[in-house]
């Protein structure tokens, strides 16, 4: 009977990690690049398919038709709703770092990245039509040096676009520097004329990871960094080394009308993408902390390459705040190696769907045991990662994409379709023929080539209506489920005793009762799916599984 009982808890934990992989559903998906390294790293939707811009290699081959230099090139591609291949071109830029769609003129769009300049590099703007015609082209900042830290542009209300980059140095266009790495923030009209710039920063350092423009023609600014005392920027702590994700706010005209910073006090935490809400703000990144902002956020604590010598393991992090900038709720999501949420949208239903990486296969990211990692599960490659979560931040599902061989799946960016649909641009070795390599099935891909862009279209296939709130028929009834901080226990049996087990095996309750509605308090458990059993009379009466938002 203990070896039936057995069989029984590893079939329903194994068909809960299967459940939790058919979350998703792969609609299509393609292969792109040169015969050498490309490096994927913006996608926008467009009202007849998607752009997608990152570099290639100088090898040329494969996708690559347009007349590329010889070094490696910024390299912009058209495709279809299908995901097919329709038009490219070959951009006189180091590398596309982000694409913006104009907000006057849905056939213009803004590209930046890195442009060089002798031995260094320095901020590139072009500004192209659908065709792939360059309207103009701006080198912006300082001749000397700027940085190769990913720059970011944004189109605003008025035609033109806002930018930012990370500099060191002042001089040419860049009117300050405070020290070590500063963010610096430009307005460009839309003949590319400089009409303001700003730098943000201190003594320490201060990394732009994103910029938006907010309905009252103001901007909203992530920084990355550890404002101190000499600046622009107020100081958000008195420790040197400690990363906070900073929230600066700039009026119309660029001019610092106040930044907050966030996280924790002992640990590196910072933002990568920030959504507007009714009621506030929700801010998403990575933290490696457990106090301040992420006291009680849930952080599963781990360290790089699984080596306690080494510094912590960062998780996915959300945090949203009301919309003058008091934190409402702080949460982690991931296992012990390293997790990051990169893009967030918000759903129909108030609730929020976050994509991102995960080299983790435990903790949340239960569906990364179908994927490969190291046997002795030291170093985890990085793969694609997509979760959702209630309004309240409450993980309903996750999914960890990529291949099951010994490669990483390097996410580069998502964007949003649909209320359930998404389009993932990546960077993956995309093995040859034949396939599939987990969930890599590309059919285009020229034997050969090397690191492409790995574009895929995913469905939410999750029943979020097959849920059942109030049951009323059924011997023996766990609800809601998902469900939160209390368990219903509904059952027709008398006096018969409740084991609760989590995805691992593990008892995590037992209790002998005998009413027929019973609550128990669940909020101390972590997220996740959670195997049921109840027993009467010394034998198994019934069982199930019961999913912890």
């Not at 901007?219 to 906070?244: E, R």
């Not at 934190?327 to 390293?338: F, H, I, M, P």
């Not at 569906?367 to 931040?393: M, V």
Request: net charge negative; with cysteine; hydrophobic share 35%.
């Amino acid at each position: 009977m203990k070896n039936v009982m057995y069989y029984i808890m590893l079939t329903l934990l194994l068909s809960m990690v299967g459940s939790a992989k058919a979350q998703v559903r792969f609609d299509w998906q393609w292969g792109y690049g040169s015969m050498g390294d490309d490096y994927p790293y913006s996608i926008i939707k467009t009202p007849d398919g998607y752009l997608a811009g990152g570099n290639i290699d100088n090898d040329g081959g494969f996708s690559v038709e347009c007349e590329h230099t010889g070094q490696r090139n910024g390299w912009i591609i058209k495709l279809n709703e299908a995901g097919e291949l329709v038009d490219q071109s070959c951009v006189e830029m180091n590398t596309i770092s982000q694409i913006s769609q104009s907000k006057t003129n849905p056939n213009h769009f803004y590209l930046i990245g890195t442009d060089p300049v002798g031995d260094e590099a320095n901020t590139c703007i072009v500004k192209i039509d659908e065709q792939f015609n360059v309207l103009w082209k701006r080198v912006i900042g300082n001749p000397a040096y700027t940085s190769w830290y990913p720059p970011r542009v944004t189109a605003t209300s008025d035609g033109g676009c806002v930018g930012g980059h990370t500099v060191a140095w002042n001089g040419g266009d860049i009117s300050h520097h405070f020290g070590s790495w500063d963010a610096w923030i430009f307005k460009l009209d839309s003949l590319g004329n400089l009409q303001w710039e700003v730098t943000l920063g201190t003594e320490d350092n201060e990394l732009v990871s994103n910029i938006k423009e907010m309905e009252d023609g103001s901007y909203t600014v992530l920084i990355n960094g550890d404002p101190q005392q000499y600046g622009s920027l107020y100081s958000c702590h008195q420790y040197p080394t400690i990363v906070f994700g900073v929230v600066a706010k700039l009026d119309a005209e660029g001019n610092l009308l106040d930044n907050r910073c966030y996280g924790g006090y002992t640990q590196d935490d910072s933002f990568a993408d920030f959504i507007v809400l009714e009621d506030g703000y929700l801010y998403v990144g990575c933290a490696a902390s457990d106090d301040g902002d992420l006291g009680g956020a849930g952080y599963h604590l781990g360290y790089n390459q699984g080596l306690p010598h080494h510094g912590r393991s960062h998780d996915a992090w959300l945090l949203k705040t009301d919309f003058d900038g008091n934190v409402v709720w702080s949460k982690c999501y991931g296992g012990t190696l390293n997790d990051a949420a990169c893009k967030v949208f918000q759903n129909d239903d108030g609730g929020f769907t976050i994509t991102g990486w995960s080299e983790s296969r435990d903790g949340d990211v239960q569906s990364a045991l179908q994927l490969y990692e190291n046997p002795d599960g030291s170093w985890g490659a990085p793969k694609p990662w997509i979760f959702r979560t209630d309004a309240k931040g409450y993980l309903l599902w996750e999914r960890v994409m990529g291949a099951d061989v010994a490669s990483a799946q390097e996410y580069a960016d998502a964007v949003q379709v649909s209320d359930k649909e998404f389009v993932f641009l990546c960077q993956d070795a995309l093995y040859p023929p034949p396939y599939p390599y987990g969930d890599i099935n590309c059919p285009n891909v020229v034997v050969g080539s090397q690191d492409n862009y790995w574009v895929f279209h995913l469905t939410d296939i999750f029943d979020y209506d097959g849920v059942e709130e109030d049951p009323t028929s059924g011997q023996v009834v766990f609800y809601p489920n998902p469900g939160n901080d209390v368990l219903n226990i509904r059952m027709g049996l008398k006096d018969a005793r409740v084991e609760v087990y989590d995805v691992n095996g593990k008892l995590v309750y037992k209790q002998q009762i005998t009413d027929n509605i019973t609550s128990i308090n669940v909020e101390g458990w972590p997220s996740g799916a959670y195997v049921w059993k109840v027993i009467a009379d010394n034998k198994e009466a019934e069982c199930g599984k019961w999913i912890k938002k």
